[in-house]
């Protein structure tokens, strides 16, 4: 099993930018791929961006490619997510995922969740 602590989330105006963190703790950080997905009100969970720890893969939503980005500390177990150019569709709460294997971009390919972190864009 992992736990995923997410970090970082907070209330900010549009065209700034957040670095959310999530803390993965987990003896086999290596064999997981990890990512965020997030969930506006009133919408379904939609995913945003993914990456294999080992080999530094990633994955993005068209959503966000350009504006966001995601690295990794394998010191640190931590995967951030640098948020650039935010916009108010960008609202939403964030949550930190994790899978041994990456399935895919839906909900149910991650099996483990974080609690979720807030973010909000104001215009």
């Known amino acids: 099993q992992v736990q995923l602590v997410e970090s970082g989330g907070g209330l900010v105006q549009a065209g700034d930018s957040l670095r959310l963190s999530c803390v993965a703790s987990t003896r086999s950080i290596g064999s997981y791929t990890l990512g965020w997905f997030r969930k506006a009100p009133g919408k379904e969970r939609e995913f945003v961006v993914a990456i294999r720890w080992s080999g530094d893969m990633t994955y993005y939503a068209d959503s966000v490619k350009g504006r966001f980005s995601i690295s990794r500390d394998d010191g640190k177990k931590t995967v951030y997510l640098q948020m650039n150019s935010l916009k108010p569709e960008d609202t939403a709460v964030y949550y930190c995922?994790?899978?041994?294997?990456?399935?895919?971009?839906?909900?149910?390919?991650?099996?483990?969740w974080g609690q979720g972190t807030q973010v909000t864009v104001s215009s």
């Open positions: 995922v994790a899978d041994r294997r990456y399935g895919g971009r839906a909900v149910g390919a991650f099996d483990y």
